[in-house]
């Protein structure tokens, strides 16, 4: 099994900024990809950033420029910095991993944290 936990949501002004980390643990055996997602209230979860294991990202296009995800392989952590906040991006965060198909391509969520960027 795998556990993802996420932290360093909050509140925040737009215009600020916050870092999330995402720990994860147990079985990491063959994990890939890792993500940020987020859903806000009404609206479909989305995808916000990817990072492969080889360092390889990808951003959604309401993020580029702004948003900057990176791994630390040694410490099993996935980060999303995230800066020049707007209130659109409210909602809460997700971290996710991914195994290759290869090895099952099960996919792992963590809770999430919220994130409010006040106008």
């Known amino acids: 099994q795998v556990q993802l936990v996420e932290s360093g949501g909050g509140l925040v002004q737009a215009g600020g900024s916050l870092r999330l980390s995402c720990v994860v643990s147990?079985?990491?055996?063959?994990?890939?990809?890792m993500g940020w997602y987020r859903q806000a209230p009404g609206k479909q979860r989305e995808l916000v950033a990817s990072?492969?294991?080889?360092?390889?990202?990808n951003y959604a296009d309401s993020v580029k420029g702004r948003f900057t995800i990176s791994r630390d392989n040694a410490k099993n952590t996935v980060y999303l910095e995230m800066s020049s906040l707007k209130p659109e991006d409210t909602a809460v965060y997700y971290c996710?991993?991914?195994?290759?198909?290869?090895?099952?391509?099960?996919?792992?969520w963590g809770q999430g944290t919220q994130v409010t960027v006040s106008s």
């Open positions: 147990g079985s990491i055996f063959s994990i890939n990809t």
């Open positions: 990072i492969t294991a080889s360092g390889n990202t």
């Open positions: 996710n991993a991914a195994r290759p198909a290869w090895a099952g391509g099960s996919l792992y």
